[in-house]
């Protein structure tokens, strides 16, 4: 299974970005679907995650701000950042827990900068 992000950029306080990420390959199911962010010298940390029963995951540092969805039909998780901070600037990565046609899985993307200035 591979994953393909896009979306991410510089973009000023305030302003938005919407991240997509793709599976690809042999996608039997997809159970979550996620992103994660990660600054130089901190752990990777959860942003938000929905799975497919639709429940949805948000750090508090972005509730009100970022919307997750996914597409199932398309195998596609999006992320809505609104009102966007200095504070959010990371390397954002998609990871998609699910089955293909042999086990289990548990993919990342490449991750895509996202920096925000003020």
């Known amino acids: 299974v591979q994953l393909v992000e896009s979306g991410g950029g510089l973009v000023q306080a305030g302003g938005s970005l919407r991240l997509s990420c793709a599976a690809s390959g042999s996608v039997f199911s997809i159970n979550v679907m996620g992103w994660y962010r990660q600054v130089p010298g901190k752990q990777r940390e959860l942003v938000a995650s929905?799975?497919?029963?639709?429940?949805?995951t948000y750090a508090e540092s972005a509730k009100g701000r970022f919307t997750i969805s996914r597409d199932n039909a398309k195998n596609t998780v999006y992320l809505q950042m609104n009102s966007l901070k200095p504070e959010d600037t990371a390397v954002y990565y998609c990871n998609v827990k699910g089955i293909d046609d042999r086990s289990r899985f548990d993919a990342w993307g490449q991750g895509t900068q996202v920096t925000v200035s003020s």
């Open positions: 929905t799975t497919k029963d639709g429940k949805e």
